[in-house]
């Protein structure tokens, strides 16, 4: 071969050259082929649930392109970039919702909106972020597990924005919020015996939050859960026609776009909340496994990320956004199901919507930042 010809590239040249290609772009492969199959059985099962209107996938697909958009913009910036952002993207969130409860935007009932004339912005998505961010960041600056000084403080941290969104009133959010920051506190370190404590304390408390804290609709979606056949024509009609298409579905399911609950208008919010229930009834018990074992994977990948991590911050930040996720999951089947009250969680990358779709994949942009930065870490 002379020295003009070009050189001959290998599968292995060319193998290399992808890896080099992702780990420039700060991309983690399997976790984003996870993410690409998720969402793709998810246009799948939304254009059945929509009545096969290509106008509400494509705008669902234009919502997916701008979420993996901003995953992979945010998964350029390294941890160390994260962190220092951290208190004042919380600062920036609590701003927001605090404006929400005085110039918010009211819609169906609740005022969760700031009206920026364009658009209306939702200020609570931005808190399932920079709350388990600020949190982290609390933590990381002494070491672990935790001062009771510290605690005290990331706890505050954590509350004052999880009652203001309950407070607009979202149940839902708010249980995310929360769940997001007391993630972190548990990752770090946090006794059994304190973690004991409060539950007791919590449970003490649930007459006082059952009467002054709790509006009548979320009352009535506690009472539902428990008997949903007090009111089968009413409160209790989401739940008991859901669990009619679970069931219904059987071992192998009814075949695409051959749901008769979901196409005869039976099944309510089935683009949104309830999809998991046209999922089940069209591919069944067997389709409802392969959806969760995907489900399981993006959380493995998600905790082999927090393992991997080379520094406080990033380990407990990369767990919590990881076992949030899954707290997504599993209240949104549990509620379809009939296992949990109904609060209003969407099936993550699988249900229809915008704003909450963006949140995820900002999260998982930042376990790649973690994972693709890891080796330009010191310990």
Partial sequence: MSLLDPPAYTDDN????????????????????????????????????????PDKVIAQGLRLLLAFGVM?????????????????????????????????????GAQRWLDLGLFRFQPSEIMKLAVPMMVAWTL???????????????????????????????????????????????????????????????????????HYLLHDYQRRRVLTFLNPENDPLGAGYHIIQSTIAIGS?????????????????????????????????????LGAMLLLTLYLLVIGRGLYIAAQAQDTYSRLLAGSLTLTFFVYLFVNIGMVSGLLPVVGVPLPLISYGGTSIVTLMAAFGMLMSIQTHRKLIAT
């Fill in 140 to 210: 990381s600056e002494s070491g672990l597990p935790p001062t009771r000084r510290r605690l005290l403080l990331a706890t505050g941290i954590l509350l004052f924005p999880t009652l203001l969104v309950a407070k607009q009133p979202d149940l839902g959010t708010a249980l995310l919020i929360a769940s997001s920051g007391l993630f972190v506190l548990l990752l770090a370190g946090l006794r059994w015996r304190v973690v004991l404590g409060v539950f007791l304390t919590l449970s003490a408390a649930a007459p006082v939050v059952w």
């Fill in 14 to 53: 060319r193998l290399g050259m992808g890896r080099r290609l992702l780990r420039q772009m700060h991309i983690d492969l399997p976790l984003l082929l996870s993410l690409l199959i998720l969402v793709g059985l998810g246009l799948f099962v939304l254009y059945s649930a929509a009545d096969q209107n």
């Fill in 72 to 108: 992979l913009a945010i998964a350029q910036f390294d941890p160390y970039t994260l962190r220092f952002w951290s208190p004042w993207l919380y600062g920036v969130g609590l701003a927001m919702l605090i404006a929400v409860l005085v110039i918010g935007d009211v819609g169906k």
């Fill in 249 to 285: 579905g059987g071992a192998y399911g009814k075949g695409w776009l051959n749901g008769t609950q979901s196409h005869l208008d039976f099944l309510p919010e089935r683009s949104t909340d309830f999809i998991f229930a046209v999922f089940s009834e069209e591919f069944g018990f």
